[in-house]
């Protein structure tokens, strides 16, 4: 059998493992057939985030050896899949049900008694474990005399109340669908539809990659990490983070490498010290290890996300001299609605590269820890990711730092400090914000909760009005989040519904309408008061589908934009 789905499609809902619903049957994937290998892909950053991610999982016993793996750097590689190939699947579970009789038969096409020859339709249960991962099928109960069973439906959405009879004596064979201990030895498997949330969860994350090996290696000569973390500290200016000069230390390298004399290399780079040809030293920025790394590597992402190609707001207004119109626009009403949003910039990046990749998956609660990770690897016990990396175009929105310390200490965090200039409030920031993991629990960080809380919601706002701009879907866009940094990206899906230049369009022609819009149009939802109570975040006004969003819909509140603790409503008080 043959059927067609879109890349977007497939990477996101056929993985393997995963059952899926196709041509009214219910199916497993089994594998990608032949998938293309991404070969473009910084092994290093992609190990360093899937560690990360693996550490509630590491710290239940669960993480089925990935964290120790990417500590002593195992092996990684990601696969798209071949839009020739496909994906290869197999039937599953194998009961059918005969449309005259409901008797269940082994096969598809066995003869039935009853003579009634249409297809048949396939049972849409199947058992999941959650403590090792594992899936199975449900037991079917044939009667020890005739070797037959038939399959009574209760007409409600209860699988307890599903009948098993014998078709010829109309002997009872069971109610509801059983239990069925797991090979693992830990317990028996739950039954439920296979569509169901807790059958599959797939685990994903997103990277910015490097576009190519000369740009890491340009970071790490400008010093790297900390020269980053003090570049997006002193506000990103467009040179970038060591305006395109090497460290003393990394030309020293250079230079030695070549075979120079000792000597030689000394005058050369004295001579090079007195013309200032080298890259300053990073400002020192005081902050716990765990605390410093994690800014670094956020800052790192921000660093290589503009290497390739960036425009600014700035650098616009500088090309429309001699346009009165586009000097209005870019000169001052820009800048007005991004301050009365609260927003300090906004960057377009026309070559964003971007890998959103699947590591594996999880069945049971949703919650990382809760259950058995079970990651993707070839035959070869080489981990293998199922995505996709491509350039695409983002815009890239910092929020106002010391607009956010205020608001944080209106929120009850007095540790935070009242700030005289953006560095030292994006310091304080990383002094005292820890940002929850994916799935994780906020109230352990009050403060990084309620910073993502912000970022989150405010990107969520953010895309559902850019797709109104755009004129598309918006589950064609996509939001990563450096909420260390006060900042989220949205970019487009590189084969979603979406023809690129679309942000940029709305980028060098209405960006001030849409932060108006952010900022002003209406914020009530059509479920209050109920969505008000309940959260105040819901499909109806805050939600994005799943491969849009990479927090599951969670940390997410209308009330951290509007109302009387309202980021949004604040700043323009």
């Known amino acids: 059998m043959r059927d067609t789905r879109s890349a977007s499609q497939v990477m996101f809902g056929f993985l393997p493992e995963q059952t899926v619903d196709v041509r009214g049957g ?33 710290r239940a016993g669960l993480d089925d050896g990935m964290a120790a793996d990417m500590d002593r750097g195992a092996d990684v590689g990601v696969v798209s899949v071949s839009r020739d190939n496909g994906v290869q699947l197999e039937p599953y579970p194998r009961a059918w049900v005969c449309k005259g009789c409901d008797c269940v038969q082994d096969t598809p096409d066995a003869p039935c008694p009853c003579g009634d020859r249409r297809a048949r339709g396939q049972m849409p249960f199947v058992g999941f474990h959650e403590a090792c991962g594992s899936i199975t099928e449900p037991p079917i109960p044939r009667c020890p005399a005739h070797n037959r069973v038939r399959v009574r439906w209760p007409g409600t959405a209860s699988a307890r109340e599903i009948r098993f009879e014998c078709p010829v004596c109309d ?123 994690a800014a670094e590597e956020a800052a790192v992402t921000m660093a290589l996300s503009v290497a390739e190609a960036r425009e600014t707001v700035p650098r616009m207004l500088a090309r429309a001299a001699g346009k009165p119109a586009l000097v209005e626009a870019y000169g001052r009403r820009y800048p007005a609605a991004l301050s009365a949003a609260g927003v300090e910039a906004v960057d377009l990046i026309d070559r964003f590269p971007v890998l959103t990749a699947h590591y594996g998956y999880t069945r049971g609660r949703p919650e990382p820890g809760a259950g058995k990770l079970r990651t993707f690897r070839d035959r070869g016990g080489r981990y293998t990711l199922h995505g996709e990396l491509a350039e695409t175009e983002a815009l890239l929105v910092r929020l106002s730092p010391r607009r956010v310390v205020d608001w944080l200490r209106r929120r009850g965090h007095a540790a935070l400090p009242a700030c005289a200039d953006d560095r030292a409030a994006r310091i304080a920031v990383l002094r005292e914000a820890v940002v929850p993991a994916p ?129 949004i409503d604040g700043v323009r008080a």
């Open 439 to 567: 799935g994780g629990d906020g109230g352990l960080e009050p403060v990084g909760a309620d910073l993502l809380t912000l970022v989150h919601s405010y990107a969520h706002r953010f895309v559902r009005q850019a797709a109104v701009f755009a004129g598309i879907d918006r589950n064609a866009l996509s939001e990563l989040l450096v909420p260390l940094h006060l900042g989220f990206y949205v970019y487009a899906a590189a084969k979603g519904d979406f023809v690129l230049g679309g942000l940029q369009a709305v980028f060098e022609g209405e960006l001030d309408r849409l932060f108006d819009a952010v900022a002003g149009d209406e914020h009530r939802c059509a479920l209050d008061p109920g969505c008000a109570t309940a959260g105040g975040a819901c499909p109806a006004c805050l939600h994005l589908g799943e491969p849009s969003c990479r927090y599951f819909n969670c940390f997410l509140n209308r009330g951290v934009l509007f109302g009387p603790c309202g980021f």
């Open 26 to 58: 219910v199916w497993k994937v089994k594998r990608w057939r032949d998938p293309e290998i991404e070969r473009s892909v910084h092994a290093e950053g992609l190990r360093t985030e899937l560690r990360r991610l693996a550490s509630p999982w590491q």
């Open 171 to 293: 002997r009872s064979l069971r109610r509801g669908l059983g239990s069925r201990a797991c090979d693992c030895g830990g317990g028996n498997f739950t039954f439920t539809v296979h569509r169901a949330a807790s059958v599959y969860t797939p685990r994903s994350c997103v990277i910015v990659n490097p576009p190519t090996r000369e740009k890491v290696r340009a970071l790490t000569e400008a010093g790297g990490p900390a020269r980053a973390l003090d570049w997006v500290l002193s506000g990103m200016d467009e040179a970038g983070p060591a305006g395109g000069r090497q460290t003393r230390e990394a030309v020293e390298r250079e230079l030695r490498a070549r075979g120079l004399p000792s000597t030689a290399i000394a005058a050369a780079l004295e001579a090079m010290a007195r013309e200032g040809h080298f890259a300053a030293d990073a400002g020192s920025v005081d902050l716990p290890a765990p605390r410093r790394s």
